[in-house]
């Protein structure tokens, strides 16, 4: 059975800094990724990584937050700086088609 278990949500301050970690377990992984979704929003694609290291972001991601992955550790990382009141969000942990419970991040401005 598949589990993806996120932790590391939280409020920062608009222009900070958050990490985000998610916990594979029960499957391997070829793609992991993190998604968000904002009330009213569709869940959107943050970034996803393949196992082999290739990134995909979406367009408001590029230059401000990092997808990382521990293939050994069936972990998935994203690390979000500048953030902006809108990136406020429940993230979403998803790989081969599941998804975990959401980490909810709050940006205060």
């Known amino acids: 059975q598949v589990q993806l278990v996120e932790s590391g949500g939280g409020l920062v301050q608009a222009g900070g800094s958050l990490s985000l970690s998610c916990a594979g377990s029960?499957?391997?992984?070829?793609?992991m990724g993190w998604y968000r979704q904002s009330p009213g929003k569709r869940r959107e694609l943050v970034a996803d990584?393949?196992?082999?290291?290739?990134?995909n972001y979406a367009d408001f991601a590029k230059g401000r937050i990092t997808i990382s992955r521990d293939n050994a550790k069936n972990m998935v990382y994203v690390q979000m700086n500048s953030l902006k009141p809108e990136d406020a969000a429940v993230y979403y942990c998803?790989?081969?088609?599941?998804w975990g419970q959401g980490t909810q991040v709050a940006v205060s401005s």
């Open positions: 998803s790989a081969n088609h599941d």
């Open positions: 029960g499957s391997i992984f070829s793609v």
């Open positions: 990584v393949t196992s082999g290291g290739s990134t």
